[in-house]
């Protein structure tokens, strides 16, 4: 929150007084990355779960939006609100590998995409999201 601070200097003899006030906002920064859980394929979709970020960066946080990439920078995202920990994304092409990041949004701006961008499966094949691992694990 925000702090004001107010004195007041009594003038001896009757003369002008003065007064000073100080309003105190505490510094917010961005939050810090989102950590990617799992990515399941389903047709034409895959349901992203995330975890939130260590740091909030001071402020709530509002909404996540996961983007997936494929080869040919084709681009599909999703938005939940701060609260959620899933997202699905929908209007994939099918037997497509994908790339997948998951940034935090607050009133001070957009956190960094997630630690690694993750492989999506294609459809028909799902994959526990580990750090280090671009590739599904069947």
Do not use: H, W
């Not at 003899?13 to 917010?28: E, R, Y």
């Not at 996540?64 to 092409?93: H, I, K, Q, W």
């Not at 001070?108 to 492989?119: I, K, V």
């Amino acid at each position: 929150g925000t702090a004001t601070i107010s004195v007041f200097n009594p003038a001896p003899g009757g003369g002008t007084s003065s007064a000073l006030a100080l309003t105190i906002t505490p510094k917010i920064t961005v939050p810090g990355a989102p950590t990617i859980g799992t990515a399941v394929g389903g047709d034409a979709s895959a349901s992203v779960n995330f975890s939130a970020p260590a740091s909030d960066g001071g402020a709530a946080i509002t909404s996540y939006t996961a983007t997936a990439v494929d080869a040919n920078n084709n681009v599909v995202t999703c938005t939940t609100d701060g609260s959620g920990r899933s997202c699905d994304l929908v209007g994939l092409t099918n037997n497509t590998n994908y790339l997948v990041s998951v940034t935090a949004s607050s009133a001070a701006g957009t956190s960094l995409p997630s630690s690694a961008d993750r492989l999506i499966p294609p459809f028909g094949m799902s994959a526990k999201i580990t750090p280090g691992n671009s590739s599904p694990k069947r």
